[in-house]
């Protein structure tokens, strides 16, 4: 699809600003008269398609959408008229990209909620215009910074409440299990191979075979599956990771079970990773590079 440019609203509000009602006559007095008419039309090809694609017009209402072009282009060099029409324009991101932005940031794809339009509006007016306001704009910014972290947090654990208890559930069974050996921070092993390597320090770089699963069998990452062992630093991964391999002798295969807080958190980091999971690894450190 090609975008309707500039250029095309210009040709086309010039063929259509003589006439607002009916089908205007275009008067193709030269051949610059007839280039204008020919780039106007050419540039038409598509503009249905991002209309409503783009700005979702309902096309049903086209003939609103010639009046407001016309209205507009017509408007020579008028201040008034020029700052109406850029409210009208501002108006139209805050309603269609500034607010659904901000609801998707916060509450994904959950249309239940919502951030208050009225509010945006009245506090955007009020910095506008320079009257007063509850706050500066240095105060906006960095309560804005604050409350979208707070607010997402509290979005993503009510979304997640019920799997963060599993989880939870899941640590302290696994803490109980014959067998199993705390290493501290919550974390736990079991030892399935006993290494007698030397043991990495934390910026010591690995090479290692490891296959991550949540407590539901999902695996959510794999070595194996890639059949070449993974290499990075100790320090360059989860905390959990980090504890693990500086505590584990080259050549050893353990299990390990990590909780949310020494992994990944209140991350979300799509289907596969959700956000509060302990995590559940077989780890095998084949060497020190």
């Known amino acids: ?9 210009i040709a086309v509000a010039a ?3 003589s006439c607002t009602n009916g089908t205007p006559k275009a008067n193709l007095k030269d051949d610059v008269d007839t280039l204008a008419y020919a780039i106007g039309l050419a540039q038409t090809q598509g503009l249905k398609d991002y209309l409503t694609m783009r700005l979702e017009v309902d096309t049903t209402y086209m003939d609103e959408f010639v009046k407001g072009l016309v209205e507009a282009s017509n408007a020579g060099d008028n201040k008034k008229k020029d700052a109406y029409y850029a409210g009208l ?10 607010i ?3 609801n998707y940031d916060l509450f994904g794809d959950d249309s239940t909620h919502t951030a208050s339009l009225r509010n945006f509006v009245i506090a955007f007016v009020s910095g506008a215009s320079g009257k007063s306001t509850l706050m500066t704009v240095e105060e906006a910014q960095a309560k804005a910074q604050e409350l979208m972290v707070s607010v997402k947090g509290r979005v993503i654990e009510e979304k997640y409440s019920e799997w963060k208890k599993q989880c939870e559930s899941y640590m302290a069974e696994i803490a109980k299990k014959e067998g199993v050996k705390e290493l501290g921070d919550g974390i736990y092993y079991e030892v399935l191979t006993e290494g007698t390597g ?4 934390d910026t010591n770089r690995v090479s290692v075979h490891y296959e991550g699963k949540l407590l539901n069998d999902t695996i959510f990452d794999s070595s194996y599956q ?3 062992p993974a290499k990075f630093r100790c320090n360059q991964v989860i905390p959990g990771w980090t504890k693990v391999l500086t505590n584990m002798p080259v050549g050893s295969a353990w299990m390990v079970y990590i909780p949310q807080e020494q992994g990944y958190g209140a991350q979300d980091r799509g289907p596969k990773l959700p956000p509060f999971s302990c995590l559940i690894f077989k780890i095998e450190l084949l060497g020190i590079e």
């Open 1 to 9: 699809m090609k975008k309707f440019s500039i250029l095309a609203a």
């Open 89 to 98: 324009q501002m108006g139209m991101q805050i309603r269609k990209q500034w």
């Open 15 to 17: 063929i259509l600003g």
């Open 226 to 228: 890639r059949s070449e």
């Open 198 to 201: 030397a043991i990495p320090a």
């Open 100 to 102: 659904p932005s901000i």
